[in-house]
């Protein structure tokens, strides 16, 4: 509502690098319409779509089902597809006049279908203005050249009719001074100052993409670690102590981009992390989060290779993602979307959910929320699954008057007692650009690819993406990978308990204690941290295999001298039935030493 920045001022890198991405296909794609015929017969589909919208809307309408008969022969020449996009905006004008008084449904896709007739014909006009000329015969040599101009020419070649034409139109004036000849002789001129007009628009935006696209990205990398920063916090001055340190990762394109660039080394490339697990027999890498995002967002506009190390994980992350939601009986295709809990004003909370098996982040398996938008992805990868999906989708009423839904949650906590799902009835802009990014790779060949590899910068850095599939692939983590067990929420039962008995466990399991003020971090074995305010009672190492700090309790015996903790850290010594025992309330640690 007020166009101002979100505190915390943030600088993403993930966002920056798609930005500076997607803004340099833009560019490519801005310069190739040159070349592109100005006309389509496509767009006769398009409006036949939208007239079979309306007759499911209006069923009984005579002038609908008319135009849509009309519109089922697509036009073979320019001048045919000018006549009928005339009769079709006539039409569409009526109808929508028509239904003036009806629902509003109606009326909405009324009033688009006008809109849409009115855009195409008014393109035609602008760029072919001798199409509203009467038809006319001439000479053999102009009258051919006039017949190769209803094949739908290009900007550029349009912008070349003038000085092509001329020549054949002024020896035709010589020997039949006809006025239909300088009304052509200046529709011509005239197309072609418009169409130079275009170019030099379409050229100016995607220099001014380009431009935009030159971003910095040196003070979000770390070059002792050679990774990118999460971002930078603005609001702070510094940057987030974390990193993108995976090749599965969303921010894989903002990588490649950087390198392209020549900002940060490419040795960057070969510093992210290759976790590897073997998926029927094939290499998969291993994101951290296992959702269909931070595996299939980059190829949107990347291009994939086949029977390279990434091709063979987009397959294998697909074939996961499809093989979870029939273990869970439910559509498949999970990723970062809202879900069904709000906050105070109302809005759908937002974060990332995965598959087990797929991903690094524990807890996977404790939400089951499907986001039509990851299925839209996967038509890149498996277009036939990824079709009987959405259809299943929309059978289940997932979709409304902008297509599908934000998402549909089944997690039983997030819903009320009576319901087995909840459609999250949101719509967010950039999910579905990228269901529409999705289906026009998947119908067009690839478009943006195209466009991506158009741009020599980044076409100099494509053998990144062609690393070979390795041998041999280890398990790693397996018993982390494995579908685990849903836990139960805290706020599902406030007077929760959990007991420990292996106090090394393969990933710590911790417990928050606080008032307010004091807080402490604690773990099973019982190291941790603690806080005061904002001083540090105890300094905090983020290193999951190294767990002796924080305060402790020593034991010792006089007459021996030996020396014990009361909990297993830091001595590290083995007790005899070893418990850690976490509740709301305390950490309590008990064993006996004999």
């Not at 000085?163 to 006809?178: G, Y």
């Not at 490339?269 to 959702?291: D, K, M, N, Q, T």
């Not at 089944?410 to 990014?437: F, G, I, K, N, R």
Request: include cysteine; charge should be negative; proline fraction near 5%.
């Amino acid at each position: 509502r007020t166009l101002q920045p979100l505190l915390p001022l943030y600088v993403s890198s993930v966002d920056s690098g798609n930005l500076a991405g997607h803004l340099l296909v833009l560019g490519s794609g801005l310069r190739e319409q040159a070349d592109e015929e100005m006309f389509t017969p496509q767009i006769f589909s398009g409006l036949r779509d939208t007239v079979r919208i309306l007759r499911d809307c209006d069923g009984e309408n005579s002038a609908l089902k008319q135009l849509d008969a009309e519109l089922e022969a697509a036009p073979s020449t320019l001048r045919d597809a000018f006549s009928l996009l005339e009769r079709a905006t006539d039409q569409a004008t009526r109808i929508a006049a028509s239904v003036a008084n009806s629902e509003e449904d109606l009326k909405r896709w009324a009033r688009a279908l006008q809109r849409n007739c009115e855009g195409h014909l008014e393109d035609l006009r602008f760029l072919a203005p001798w199409l509203a000329l009467p038809i006319q015969r001439h000479g053999v040599p102009l009258q051919k050249q006039l017949d190769k101009l209803d094949q739908a020419p290009t900007l550029r070649e349009i912008t070349e009719l003038e000085h092509s034409l001329a020549p054949l139109i002024d020896a035709e004036m010589e020997s039949a001074k006809t006025p239909h000849l300088t009304e052509l002789s200046n529709c011509l001129r005239e197309a072609g100052v418009r169409a130079r007009q275009r170019l030099d628009i379409l050229e100016t935006l995607a220099r001014q993409s380009d431009e935009m696209a030159a971003v910095d990205f040196t003070f979000l990398f770390d070059s002792t670690r050679e990774l990118f920063s999460i971002g930078f916090n603005v609001s702070e001055g510094r940057c987030d102590a974390s990193f993108y340190d995976l090749l599965a990762s969303e921010a894989r394109l903002c990588s490649y981009v950087a390198i392209a660039q020549g900002q940060v080394p490419q040795d960057h490339w070969f510093s992210l992390g290759r976790l590897l697990v073997a998926s029927r027999g094939e290499p998969l890498l291993i994101s951290w989060s296992g959702s269909m995002f931070e595996y299939l967002m980059p190829i949107l506009v990347m291009p994939n290779y086949e029977n390279t190390l990434l091709d063979h994980t987009y397959k294998e992350a697909v074939q996961r993602q499809i093989a979870y939601g029939k273990l869970r009986d439910v559509p498949w295709g999970i990723s970062e979307s809202g879900y069904n809990r709000t906050d105070v004003h109302l809005n759908y909370q937002y974060r990332a959910f995965g598959v087990p098996g797929l991903g690094l982040k524990r807890g996977l398996a404790e939400d089951l929320v499907i986001a039509p938008y990851a299925t839209a992805m996967a038509l890149m990868i498996a277009p036939v699954e990824a079709c009987d999906n959405l259809q299943r989708l929309a059978v289940d009423r997932r979709a409304g008057a902008y297509g599908f839904y934000e998402a549909v949650d089944y997690t039983p906590s997030h819903l009320p007692s009576d319901e087995t799902s909840v459609s999250v009835q949101s719509y967010m802009t950039h999910h579905q650009a990228m269901s529409l990014l999705a289906l026009a790779n998947s119908l067009l060949d690839y478009p943006m690819q195209r466009r991506f590899m158009a741009c020599p910068l980044l076409k100099a850095a494509d053998l990144l993406l062609q690393e070979r599939v390795p041998k041999t692939a280890a398990s790693v983590f397996v018993e982390d990978l494995t579908l685990e067990a849903a836990r139960i929420p805290a706020d599902e039962c406030e007077s929760v308990m959990r007991v420990f008995t292996n106090p090394t466990p393969p990933a710590p399991e911790v417990h928050l204690l606080s008032n307010g003020r004091y807080h402490v971090i604690i773990s099973s074995a019982g190291g941790g941290y603690s806080r005061w305010r904002d001083l540090a009672v105890t300094r905090w190492r983020e290193d999951a295999t190294c767990d002796g700090w924080g305060t402790f309790v020593y034991l010792r015996d006089l007459e021996t001298g030996d020396f014990w903790s009361t909990a297993y850290q830091p001595t590290l010594q083995v007790t005899q039935g070893y418990e850690a025992i976490f509740t709301q309330a305390r950490a309590e640690f008990r064993h006996h030493h004999a």
